[in-house]
């Protein structure tokens, strides 16, 4: 078995991640995140399963909007899948997601990506 590389650890929530921390267990949702309801269900359904943490895509306002009650009823930390609308990345750090998945290569304006990083 190859030998694990030096990492710096880093949290999500309060799951380790890097570093010596145990291999983290991510997997993400199929349905759409703003069907509040089927989303929660699906995220603890997850977390049951044995996910540590668990990513929504929020390619829409609406998705946003709903991730405060996701958070609210999640076990595991909830990372923010964002493609193409900086805005998406910013209105999740809002609503307090513990992590966000940035592809910088679907945002191509570098001022929209430094305003996400500086959030």
Same mark, same amino acid.
Do not use: F, N, S, V
């Given at each position: 078995?190859?030998? %694990?590389r030096k990492t710096r650890q880093m949290f999500v929530g309060r799951v380790p991640l890097g570093?010596?921390?145990p291999v983290v267990l991510q997997t993400m949702t199929s349905g759409y995140t703003y069907e509040i309801d089927k989303c929660i269900a699906e995220v603890q359904k997850l977390a049951r399963a044995g996910a540590d943490v668990v990513r929504v895509a929020v390619p829409e306002? %609406?998705?946003t909007e709903a991730?405060?009650?996701?958070?609210a009823a999640s076990p595991v930390p909830i990372v923010a899948d964002v493609h193409f609308h900086f805005?998406?990345?910013l209105e999740a750090i809002e609503a307090g997601v513990h992590k966000i998945r940035l592809n910088p290569g679907n945002i191509k304006?570098?001022?929209q990506v430094r305003k996400v990083i500086a959030a």
């Open positions: 078995m190859t030998p %694990r570093g010596d921390a306002k %609406r998705d991730l405060p009650h996701i958070l805005q998406r990345a304006d570098r001022q």
